[in-house]
């Protein structure tokens, strides 16, 4: 029949029908944003199989090292261990929380643990004298130039504290990773690309040309319009997958959580067993600095003789099986670093099916023949000549924009902890503001320029931000100052400008 009344195809002659050709307009459209679901599907399930892997990985070897600590102390401390068992149950379970994302002070619950331990073990190996809470609190003062548990606290928390910072931003960045593919995934397609997609898909079928596929460029060229501010994810996500890949070989580096974290227990125990060795010279100097306690009336029993005596520890290495997790997630995450840019023309050759670029019969939207305008290149701003797809480059799509700063702010704390930092994300975004694709990635370390310069200040631990929105999780009570300020200022701008008027 005659095609004067279609709206999308072409107005020959024409085997479709008004109502047939807006059937076809919806089955196109939902059949291409079920392929865009399923690409990032494809791309979610790697994220979080990643994700899984090193999260079981790290909590077993957690696990391990408490129960490790757990089975060897009561045999050597009796009862008194028993007692007292909470004291490393809290460090353990601190441990986890700041690991999961919990807003605490990674440090400072280390530096909370020697300081109840040693408190309990002054009191377990000097059963002889009574001894208070306020005479524990004078001989904590102390304890930082006597060196009761010798290097280990300090070299304990360095190096957990940057094993901890890398271990949890590296688990993070694959669920954020996931997240913004899943929430751009479910974007929907605008009004001039659901047309377009129409014709690229089903004109040729209104055409009496069902089996004729569409022609490879005029196939890049509708996509790359329709995922025109998918593709500006490119820059953010590639920076994300390089530093997780640089975290991931300080994971299985410098920074080795099979080494650090496996053998939490041995440095306890080798702490403790310091302080038992040098009980006489540092009860001394506690003495001298504190004063002498009062003599107790219960004596030392053999009990506590043996309470005395060394635990024995050892590691179960697990370091190949990171080595493994760690080159398993690089294959990975090399494989998904171009994903935004190479999508159109995944679709176009799995899903689409269309034919190749020198095809000359192939659909071309208008008829079987060639194609001749050229493909586009990716991105918004790339698409103001799109011969296929009417975008408007100057609105771009404001999801896509949360989802680029969710990028810089999860690549930005991976530097940070490429470096040994923690930063708050309040500074992560003050770093990464603004929208787009960015600058250039930085060097190998893929960090430097969004890292802070070195400072006194201890690192600050915070959750990781919400993933929906605009704000920042753990930040918005501290931004109030700088906003009231910056409130302040336009309106003393506003009145001044007023005044000039008169």
């Known amino acids: 029949i005659s095609g004067e009344h279609l709206r999308?195809?072409?107005?020959?002659?024409?085997c479709c029908t008004s109502e047939m050709e807006e059937n076809f307009a919806n089955k196109s459209r939902s059949e291409f944003e079920a392929m865009m679901k399923e690409a990032g599907r494809t791309v979610q399930m790697t994220l979080?199989?990643?994700?899984?892997?090193?999260?079981?990985?790290?909590?077993?070897?957690?696990?391990?090292?408490?129960?490790?600590?757990?089975?060897?102390?009561?045999?050597?401390?009796?009862?008194?261990y028993t007692q007292n068992m909470k004291v490393f149950k809290d460090l353990y379970s601190e441990?986890?929380?700041?690991?999961?994302?919990?807003?605490?002070?990674?440090?400072?619950?280390?530096?909370?643990?020697?300081?109840?331990?040693?408190?309990?073990l002054f009191k377990l190996l000097n059963p002889q004298y009574h001894i208070t809470d306020e005479y524990l609190d004078c001989m904590v003062k102390h304890a930082e130039q006597h060196k009761p548990f010798g290097e280990v606290p300090r070299d304990l928390k360095v190096k957990a504290t940057r094993a901890f910072i890398a271990a949890r931003s590296y688990a993070q960045g694959f669920l954020v990773g996931s997240d913004v593919v899943k929430k751009v995934s479910q974007v929907s397609l605008s009004h001039e690309c659901t047309r377009a997609i129409m014709k690229l898909m089903y004109c040729p079928h209104c055409r009496g040309m069902a089996s004729v596929k569409p022609c490879g460029n005029y196939c890049l060229n509708v996509v790359k319009g329709c995922l025109a501010n998918q593709a500006d994810l490119n820059t953010e996500w590639k920076y994300l997958m390089d530093s997780l890949i640089v975290v991931a070989d300080r994971i299985d580096g410098p920074y080795n959580v099979d080494t650090v974290i496996g053998t939490i227990h041995m440095r306890i125990a080798e702490a403790i067993s310091n302080l038992q060795e040098n009980k006489d010279s540092i009860t001394a100097k506690v003495f001298q600095g504190c004063g002498n306690p009062k003599i107790s009336t219960k004596s030392s029993s053999s009990e506590d003789k043996r309470r005395r005596g060394k635990v024995a520890l050892e590691a179960k290495s697990s370091a190949q099986a990171l080595e493994m997790l760690v080159l398993d997630a690089k294959g990975n995450l090399t494989a998904l670093k171009t994903y935004w840019v190479t999508l159109p023309s995944n679709l176009c050759s799995k899903k689409v099916m269309a034919s190749s670029a020198m095809d000359d019969k192939c659909w071309n939207g208008m008829t079987k023949g060639s194609y001749l305008p050229e493909v586009m290149g990716d991105g918004l701003a790339n698409q103001i000549n799109n011969p296929e797809v009417e975008v408007d480059i100057t609105k771009p799509d404001m999801t896509i924009r949360q989802q680029i700063m969710q990028l810089k702010i999860m690549t930005n704390r991976l530097g940070n902890a490429n470096i040994g930092n923690d930063v708050d994300f309040q500074d992560a975004s003050d770093d990464t503001s603004g929208s787009g694709s960015g600058d250039s990635c930085p060097d190998d370390v893929c960090g430097k320029r969004l890292s802070k310069s070195p400072s006194t200040r201890q690192p600050e631990t915070h959750a990781i931000p919400k993933q929906s929105g605009h704000g920042v999780s753990g930040a918005s009570s501290r931004s109030l100052p700088s906003a009231f300020l910056l409130l302040l200022l336009l309106s003393v701008a506003f009145f001044a400008a007023q005044h000039l008027r008169r």
């Open 8 to 14: 999308i195809c072409p107005q020959g002659y024409t």
């Open 95 to 120: 441990l986890r929380r700041y690991y999961r994302g919990s807003n605490i002070n990674l440090e400072e619950a280390l530096n909370e643990f020697w300081t109840r331990l040693l408190e309990r």
């Open 48 to 80: 979080t199989a990643q994700h899984r892997s090193f999260d079981s990985y790290f909590q077993d070897l957690l696990n391990k090292s408490e129960k490790a600590l757990y089975d060897a102390f009561p045999s050597t401390y009796g009862e008194l």
